[in-house]
């Protein structure tokens, strides 16, 4: 269905750029579901734009080799010779649009109706089927995928497992061949993750080509054929469905992956600072419009504690945290910290929330400036000079912080909250989105700063990084 | 009421629009409000109207207590023409509101072209979001004391506006390339072949509400007359 031959690509067209991938050579047959993985900017991403012809058609850049999509040439250029995009690239976006669908990584960001229905239909208006056709394809879709309940509705207000379910309805309308993911399953809770893992496997029996970029894989476990890891821009290695299952925790963390074993039951730790809590929140109660969100709630949180809160998405887990931060009122109970019971306009000044997305919370000319943001201290104490060591930025000190990666500028703003002395860190969904090596560097930073005696909070619900870095579960139903 | 034809709410909106601009006499003011309410009450339920109508009522008691008063210079002018805007944006409430898949199709069936009804649905789109990444923004900046009391708000005005405007910037620009991306590999197009989804047609409750639509235009035209205003 698939044929990369020797595919090589860079963005841009500077002549002393890396390549963003080299000589990828790749046989994907029908009807099998294959996973790419590897570390953060090894080219996962791009492979899949690759397949779906943004690269070079909407992400600009130079190409080389071959790409054979069911049986039909996209692109050939003669040993290694860069093809000129305008002559020798012989298909368009469209065609590949009908042979391939696509589901992107940020829901935010992928659907461009706000109704369900619209979406859905989106890629069938513009291939001009016929009312007909839409109707039997969307029946269609509903018996493979159960979208009935989710049809004229607003986007915007689904779960994140709806989501994904709307993305892939949408992915399939127009009955394509093969679908190219990007890591489905980055912001979804377990629940969200067995009915993908579900749908997939109807999906694949179906006849469908699946091609999932991803770096949780535990769920895919039985269900892809082939695991292909790649490096810099290489393929590192490919493992057969038989021997990728047999690969050890160790195997895979050294190759910077998750582990694909099952993730053992979670054990507290005990550790903390001190027998009296920090933070106390004390029968609480909220209600947004007539939805009950929290109803007597109450949880102590202790110095040098790291605490995971999981639960199912829209159990609360967030508004828990906005509650403590003093962003939202509860409308019941109290929240105390250091014994105290501080009112919500005030307790913000005891907390540092670090939000999912680095862009929002990034806001100067260069990572000095952004970390003593607002602080009594500038940019030669020592203290400063320390942290930033600490978190591996110090080299980067001058460069503007939207131009590193995604990993950097989560440390810049860890930095940031060190630097604040807050007694009371949360951060939500830290680990979405990334490799093993990087999820465990941030278990690691993050057990650096409790053990100053920062109370940290973390809504997650990456198993494998709870089991690492948490003391504590808090676990919401 | 629900699946009235979006073409007639666009003749709703447009003939308020212009109606509000030209009608002089205070009663054809008060009847256009309560057509419009009843019109948009009844397409999307009267709980959407009731902010407007709170404005609406705050503004005519504000006009009645500053209309002497001549230290505040030309603001009662600037309310009577904002109490007419808000009549128009209650009417345009039963447009902004249809699915946008719906609202291209008819724009789609008056022949407008693709390039306005495309824009249109990105900006639709789009609209939302930068309302969601600004909330996100000013959530992040609470932490980091930016802007957080009116008076550094104030005497910092312009660094507020650089911490504010460029990470919604790079947000922004971000999700237009991602969407336009996801819009490009589903086949959107300026030229070429499209087929809305939904089918548009007048039925027979479309066309009675248009005559009444006309009916209640007219009969504000009158009031107008007999009140002697601009007709």
């Known amino acids: 269905m698939i044929e990369l031959k020797n595919v090589s690509f860079k963005y841009g067209s500077d ?158 309308s127009v009955e394509p061949k093969v679908l190219i993911m990007d890591e489905p399953s980055a912001n979804l809770d377990t629940e969200g993750t067995v009915q993908l893992r579900e749908l997939l496997k109807k999906l694949k029996t179906k006849g469908y080509t699946i091609v999932i970029s991803e770096h949780r894989m535990g769920y895919l476990k039985e269900l892809a054929d082939r695991m292909i890891v790649m490096r810099a821009g290489r393929i590192e290695k490919i493992f057969e469905a038989g021997d990728y299952n047999r690969l050890s925790d160790d195997e895979m963390i050294k190759m910077g992956l998750r582990v694909l074993s099952e993730i053992p039951e979670f054990v507290p730790t005990g550790r903390k600072i001190g027998d009296s809590p920090v933070l106390i929140v004390d ?61 919500a306009g005030k307790r913000i000044r005891d907390c540092f929330f670090v939000g999912q997305d680095a862009d929002y919370q990034i806001f100067t000319p260069t990572v000095l400036q952004e970390v003593t943001l607002n602080t009594d201290l500038d940019g030669d104490e020592k203290e400063v000079e320390d942290i930033l060591n600490r978190f591996d930025l110090w080299e980067y000190r001058r460069r503007h912080p939207a131009s590193l990666s995604g990993g950097q500028k989560q440390r810049v703003i860890l930095a940031a909250a060190l630097l604040r002395n807050n007694p009371i860190l949360i951060l939500d969904e830290p680990t979405s989105g990334l490799d093993g090596r990087h999820m465990r560097v941030i278990a690691e930073y993050l057990r650096n700063v409790a053990v100053n005696g920062t109370c940290i909070l973390v809504i997650t619900h990456d198993r494998e990084f709870i089991n690492i870095v948490a003391d504590k579960v808090l676990n919401m139903k | 009421m629900k699946n009235t034809d979006i073409r007639v709410r666009m003749v709703a909106l447009l003939i308020t629009s212009v109606g509000v601009l030209i009608i002089k006499s205070e009663y054809a003011v008060y009847l256009s409000l309560l057509v419009v309410t009843i019109w948009t009450g009844f397409i999307l339920g009267f709980k959407k109207v009731v ?63 693709r390039t306005f009804t495309i824009s249109l649905a990105v900006l639709l789109r789009f609209l939302p979001t930068v309302g969601m990444e600004y909330s996100a923004i000013r959530r992040a900046q609470r932490y980091r004391e930016i802007g957080t009391s009116l008076r550094t708000a104030i005497t910092r005005l312009p660094q507020l506006f650089e911490y504010t405007i460029v990470p919604l910037l790079i947000r922004t620009t971000k999700v237009a390339d991602e969407l336009t991306a996801s819009a490009e590999v589903r086949g959107m197009k300026l030229k070429g072949d499209y087929n809305p989804y939904y089918e548009v047609k007048m039925r027979t409750s479309d066309w009675f509400l248009l005559a009444a639509l006309i009916l209640c235009a007219t009969g504000i035209c009158y009031v107008e007359y007999i009140c002697g205003g601009v007709m």
Request: contains cysteine; positive net charge.
């Open chain 1, 15 to 172: 002549k002393k750029r890396d390549y963003n991938l080299s000589d990828i050579s790749l046989r994907i047959k029908a009807g099998e579901c294959v996973v790419v993985t590897g570390e953060s900017g090894c080219g996962k991403t791009t492979l899949t734009r690759v397949l779906n012809g943004l690269c070079p058609n909407y992400f600009e850049g130079t190409i080389s080799g071959a790409y054979i999509l069911n049986g039909e040439t996209v692109f050939s250029s003669d040993e290694g010779k860069p093809i000129d995009i305008d002559e020798d690239y012989e298909k368009s976006l469209d065609d590949i649009g009908m042979l391939a669908g696509n589901v992107f990584q940020d829901p935010r960001s992928q659907f461009f109706s706000i109704n369900t229905t619209d979406e859905i239909v989106l890629a069938m208006e513009n291939r001009n089927f016929t009312r007909e056709r839409m109707n039997e394809r969307l029946k269609e879709i509903d018996d493979l995928m159960g979208i009935e309940k989710l049809l004229d509705k607003n986007l915007f207000k689904l779960s994140s497992g709806e989501k994904q379910k709307v993305a892939i309805a949408a992915a399939c």
């Open chain 2, 51 to 113: 902010p407007q109508i709170v404005l609406f009522v705050t503004l005519e008691i504000a006009l009645f207590f500053i209309k002497d008063v001549r230290a505040v210079g030309n603001l009662p002018l600037l309310l009577v023409y904002l109490r007419r805007l808000i009549i128009a944006v209650i009417a345009a409430y039963p447009v902004a509101k249809a699915p946008t898949g719906k609202l291209i199709a008819s724009l789609d069936k008056l022949k407008v072209p």
């Open chain 1, 283 to 343: 029968n609480i109660r909220f209600k947004r419009g007539k939805k009950e969100i929290l109803n007597s709630f109450s949880a102590s949180f202790y110095r040098g504690e790291i605490t995971a809160i999981t639960g199912e998405n829209g159990v609360g887990k967030t508004t828990l945290c906005r509650i403590i931060a003093g962003e939202l009122r509860q409308q019941k109970g109290s929240v105390r910290i250091f014994g105290e019971t501080i009112q």
